[in-house]
């Protein structure tokens, strides 16, 4: 019965920052991997940054110059540092955890961020 479930999201000014946590719950082992995903209105879900349990990273181009996304294995929880906010990351941010390589990804209920003046 894992669990995925974002926090911190909000509404900040162009070239703000934002942190968002995703823990994911329920399993006693670390998730293979655990990553972000975000949806603007009338868009299709974008792949953000994905990070392993063996803190192997990727972003996607971008935002790999402005998002940082870090791990707590002990936690199980992934981190997306948002720096340099522009009203085009205004969107639901969705967090994503892959249990065991292969299996399907767990999803969070999203958290949104809106960047705006």
């Known amino acids: 019965q894992v669990q995925v479930a974002e926090s911190g999201g909000g509404s900040v000014q162009p070239g703000g920052s934002l942190r968002l946590s995703c823990a994911a719950s329920g399993s006693s082992d670390s998730s293979y991997a655990m990553g972000w995903y975000r949806q603007a209105p009338g868009m299709q879900r974008e792949w953000l940054a994905t990070m392993t349990n063996l803190g192997r990273t990727t972003y996607a181009g971008a935002v790999k110059d402005r998002f940082t996304i870090s791990r707590d294995d002990d936690k199980n929880t992934v981190y997306l540092q948002m720096d340099s906010l522009k009203p085009e990351d205004t969107a639901v941010y969705y967090c994503?955890?892959?249990?065991?390589?292969?299996?399907?990804?767990?999803w969070g209920q999203g958290t949104q961020v809106t960047v705006s003046s």
């Open positions: 994503f955890a892959i249990l065991k390589i292969g299996a399907n990804k767990k």
